[in-house]
């Protein structure tokens, strides 16, 4: 099991950046394929990105595919996102996951398959 920690959140305006970092224990970011996951209020949580256990495949949700960029620092056991040019669309609270995945360089969208979840981090954007 890995325990994650993720910050970074915050208020901001439309158009603003953000980075948001997810801090793991227990056990090594590289043993995982990781995930950024959103739900906003009264929505279905969403898959947003993931990065293979290899490091190798990105995969990101239609909307912010060219907007976030997922990253993984293997000597801080952290994986980031980061966030530009937000939209009023992107609030929500975003999760971060980790998955024992049966492949290497497979990234999985459904949360189902995600194990381990960090508690959140809040982005709200305003217009």
């Known amino acids: 099991q890995v325990h994650l920690v993720e910050s970074g959140g915050g208020l901001v305006q439309a158009g603003d950046s953000l980075r948001l970092s997810c801090v793991a224990s227990?056990?090594?970011?590289?043993?995982?394929?990781m995930g950024w996951f959103r739900q906003g209020l009264g929505k279905e949580r969403e898959f947003v990105a993931g990065?293979?256990?290899?490091?190798?495949?990105?995969r990101y949700e239609e909307s912010v595919q060219d907007r976030f960029t997922i990253s993984r620092d293997s000597a801080k056991n952290t994986v980031y996102l980061q966030m530009e040019r937000l939209k009023t669309e992107d609030t929500a609270r975003y999760y971060c996951a980790a998955s024992l995945s049966w492949s290497p360089d497979a990234i999985a969208a459904t949360g189902s398959n995600y194990a381990d979840w960090g508690q959140g981090t809040q982005v709200t954007v305003s217009s």
């Open positions: 227990g056990r090594t970011v590289s043993s995982y394929a």
């Open positions: 990065i293979s256990r290899n490091g190798q495949n990105t």
